[in-house]
Structure formats: structure tokens, C-alpha cells
């Protein structure tokens, strides 16, 4: 048999699989060689020219590798600089899978006669990404779906790629001891495993829909098909809309940059205050925006439940920068997790946070940042890093993980919008009033109501 007729593809046929893991190994395995060098011989690395390398190992890649590189150059200092200015430039997009392999996987998940279930299916991927591909279809009443097909053996590539993250990570850590990144592996490697169930990603798309209800047209939710779904297979309904860039590229007017900033801002932020979820990949292309600048929110895969008391220290946090209050800014710390914070180390920790809280501050009409340069949260977490690093680190608690990413991908969203609006009142809207035994009602009958397993 053909790779194709086998795996959909060279990638992913066991031949494609081993070649993959050889280049990234090596890669990995290069590096540790090099630090091994420069920490008992006294070599330099040269970190640009590995951090290229890396890039081209993974690049031609489909595969949680890829997409938790991609993860990893947001997070401000889990990997070297000029780590992830490299691996920013990955791009979501990977080849297709051929007919073969759609058609088996169809087959294996809806039986022999799938196709006699649609009335039209696209034999061409709508959408090619890290985990799946998209198709787009008619069922027989009419309806618009998009079908996501999962990838052959993608357990198996997962579990392998997280031993290479792990081993990537491990030696970043004895680069560089500022930050330990213990948590934040467990913490990926969480997601990523839950990411491999479709039917639980169906699950949080009607968590979203029930609680984005009160924004609703203005934020839209694709809706799954019970009956073609499977742990394999996710079929929603389709939701047309354009990729943000591409509409910045038509110079939309300034009312309008607003008005997708806003729909942004609640589609992320509305769930998180009310019910303490949050949608964990603020990726540009997991959402689109409409000609009346509403928000299509798209791949649920990647979805954090947080304990209502971690909310709790969000706000006290808030309330601390403030005030300039260090004994709540202490209290929003130990709230999180947070252990072992000398003051001086809590300091430095205070420049991110006025970083993230200082836009929300202020009772008035204003940018994000007083900056048009989405790489300036890095330059604030450089200082960060470099301050803990004096200090002897800092081990930040999973749950910051998610929460962080959220904060920066967002922010860079909103300086590339250049949007004006009042963050404050935005702000207040939705953490007025906040009590954390009335959200774990709420989170507790939503998570019930979707059927999205309880958090542990």
C-alpha cells in the first residue's frame, strides 16, 4: 500500500512518524549535547542558529509538536527568546491529508454508508491544522457543517512529543533557573491529551454557547451535531466569517476595530469572571469576524476550568495594584499558589502585574498600551525574568499557565486592532459584585447542563 492508502500521507504513515522523531531528537538532543558544553567547558552556545534549526525541524510538521511550540512562543519565558521569535513564525496551517484517509476515517466513525448522510461533503480540506483537518458538508435538511477529522495515531504522536517537550524544557531549565516550568508541562500536557477527544471539545462548544448566550449575535458559537459526532470526529455547524488580518488589511474604520475588541474581549472574558472558564488558545485563527464586526470563536479543544477562589485572587490582585497595596498584592499571590515569595522576589512579580492591570485602571477612552509593538509584553517579561532569575526563581502554579497566555494573546490583539475603548468600565462589568460561592453554582449546573466532566 501507498503512504496515502495507509496514513493519508507521508507525515503520517509509521515511516513519516520515525523520520519526525529522528529530526526533532536530534535537534533536542543537539542542544543538550551544546549546553552540556557550555556548562562544563565553558562553550557558547549559539542559540540563534540552534533556535533555526528547530524551526526547520518542526515546520513541515501536522502535530501537537507543532502546535505546542506555537503554545510555548507566547508563553512569556518558557523557552529562550530567540526560541520563540523562531517558532512564532509556525504557521497553524499544515498540508491536507488525501481522499484515502477521509475516507476511511468517515467510514470507521460513521459506519460504511457515510456519505448517504450528507447531502454534499467536500472532498477538499476546508482547513488543514496541528491535530485534524476541516471539510465542509450539507446534511440532508440543509444544514451547513464543518466536519473536523482527526489524524491517524495521534495519541501515540502525542505522548511522543510531550517526552520531547518534557526534554526541551528540562534542559531550558538548567540554562536558565528563573522560572520552573514543572507546572506549566503538566499543565500542557493536560490540555493536549484533553484536546485529543472530540467529544469533549463538543461539550465545551455547548458550555460556550450557554454562557456567551447574554452576547450573543454579536459573539457566535458553531453548534455540534450530536448524531456525527464521534471521539474521532466533530461535526458543527458552519459559521462563515473572514480571518482578522486579512480585514485589517482593508483598513477598516476605527468604530469597527472597537467593536471586534469589545466582542473580543467579552468572548474571552465574560466566561471567565462568570463562570470561570477560559478558552486557553487566543490563536488568530480561532476566530473570525463578520461585516457588522461580530466574533465567530472557533476550536474548543483547548478549554481551562479554574477553581472559583483562583478568581478570587485575579480580582484581589486587581484591587492590589490599585491601591499599591503589597499586603494584597501578598494575599492574590498565595490565592494562586504562590510559594515561598520573599518580598523582594513579589516585587518583581508586581511589574507584570501592573503590566496586565495598569490599561484597566484608568476611567477613560484609551489604547491597550501606550505602544503599536505586540512584542512589548516580552520586553516587560524579559525584566521579569531577569529579576527573578537575581532572586533564585520562581515556580508559577498550572492554573497561571492558561490565564497568562490568555493576558498577553489578547493584548497583542488589541494593539494590532489599535482599539479605543474604555477597559475600565469593561472591565467592572463584568467583575462588579463578583462572589466565588455564587460562581461555583454557576459553573457547577453549566459544566452539568454540557456535559463537560467536572474539574478534579
Not at 514543572?182 to 484533553?194: A, D, W
Request: charged residues 25%; neutral net charge.
Amino acid at each position: 500500500m501507498s503512504a496515502d492508502e495507509t496514513g493519508g500521507g507521508a507525515e503520517n504513515s509509521f515511516t513519516g512518524r520515525m523520520m519526525r522523531y529522528v529530526r526533532t531528537s536530534g535537534t533536542v538532543g543537539g542542544l543538550a549535547v551544546r549546553v552540556a558544553g557550555e556548562r562544563l567547558l565553558g562553550m557558547k552556545i549559539d542559540r540563534e542558529s540552534h533556535a533555526a534549526d528547530l524551526m526547520l525541524a518542526l515546520g513541515g510538521l501536522k502535530g501537537p509538536l507543532m502546535k505546542v511550540a506555537q503554545f510555548l512562543s507566547t508563553v512569556p519565558d518558557a523557552l529562550p527568546p530567540q526560541y520563540a521569535a523562531e517558532l512564532a513564525k509556525l504557521q497553524a496551517n499544515a498540508p491536507a491529508m488525501g481522499w484515502p484517509f477521509v475516507r476511511r476515517r468517515m467510514t470507521s466513525e460513521l459506519g460504511p454508508a457515510w456519505e448517504r448522510r450528507f447531502a454534499a461533503f467536500g472532498r477538499e480540506a476546508a482547513a488543514a491544522a496541528s491535530l485534524g483537518q476541516v471539510h465542509r458538508a450539507t446534511l440532508p435538511d440543509g444544514t451547513e457543517v464543518a466536519c473536523k477529522l482527526q489524524y491517524p495515531d495521534m495519541g501515540a504522536v502525542v505522548e511522543a512529543d510531550l517526552r520531547q517537550l518534557k526534554m526541551a524544557m528540562a534542559i531550558y531549565h538548567r540554562m536558565d533557573g528563573a522560572i520552573d516550568h514543572e507546572e506549566v508541562y503538566k499543565e500542557l500536557s493536560t490540555r493536549l491529551r484533553e484536546e485529543l477527544d472530540y467529544r469533549r471539545e463538543a461539550a465545551h462548544m455547548r458550555l460556550y454557547a450557554r454562557m456567551l448566550a447574554p452576547f450573543a449575535p454579536a459573539i457566535a458559537v458553531p453548534r455540534p451535531v450530536p448524531d456525527y459526532c464521534t471521539g474521532r470526529l466533530l461535526t458543527m455547524t458552519w459559521l462563515d466569517g473572514r480571518a482578522l488580518l486579512m480585514r485589517l488589511e482593508e483598513n477598516p474604520s476605527q468604530e469597527e476595530r472597537n467593536r471586534i475588541a469589545e466582542n473580543l474581549f467579552h468572548a474571552w472574558y465574560g466566561p471567565l469572571y462568570g463562570y470561570g472558564v477560559i478558552h486557553g488558545d487566543p490563536h488568530l485563527g480561532n476566530y473570525q469576524v463578520r461585516p457588522d464586526g461580530g466574533v465567530n470563536l472557533l476550536d474548543f479543544g483547548c478549554i481551562r476550568v479554574f477553581p472559583p477562589h483562583f478568581l478570587q485572587g485575579v480580582i484581589e490582585l486587581y484591587h492590589a495594584v490599585r491601591d499599591k497595596s503589597r499586603a494584597r498584592a501578598r494575599a492574590a499571590y498565595e490565592i494562586w499558589g504562590f510559594t515561598d515569595l520573599s518580598d523582594e522576589k513579589m516585587d518583581v512579580l508586581n511589574l507584570w502585574a501592573d503590566f496586565l492591570y495598569t490599561p484597566l485602571l484608568e476611567d477613560r477612552v484609551r489604547r491597550i498600551q501606550d505602544t503599536d509593538d505586540p512584542n512589548y509584553g516580552r520586553e516587560v517579561a524579559g525584566k521579569v525574568h531577569a529579576g527573578l532569575k537575581r532572586l533564585g526563581g520562581v515556580r508559577p502554579p498550572r492554573e497561571f499557565v492558561l490565564m497568562d497566555r490568555a493576558a498577553v494573546g489578547l493584548g497583542s490583539v488589541f494593539i494590532r486592532l489599535k482599539a479605543e475603548l474604555n477597559w475600565h468600565r469593561l472591565f467592572h462589568s463584568l467583575t462588579d459584585g463578583f462572589a466565588a460561592d455564587a460562581m461555583a453554582l454557576r459553573q457547577q449546573e453549566a459544566l452539568a447542563e454540557a456535559g463537560v466532566p467536572q474539574p478534579a
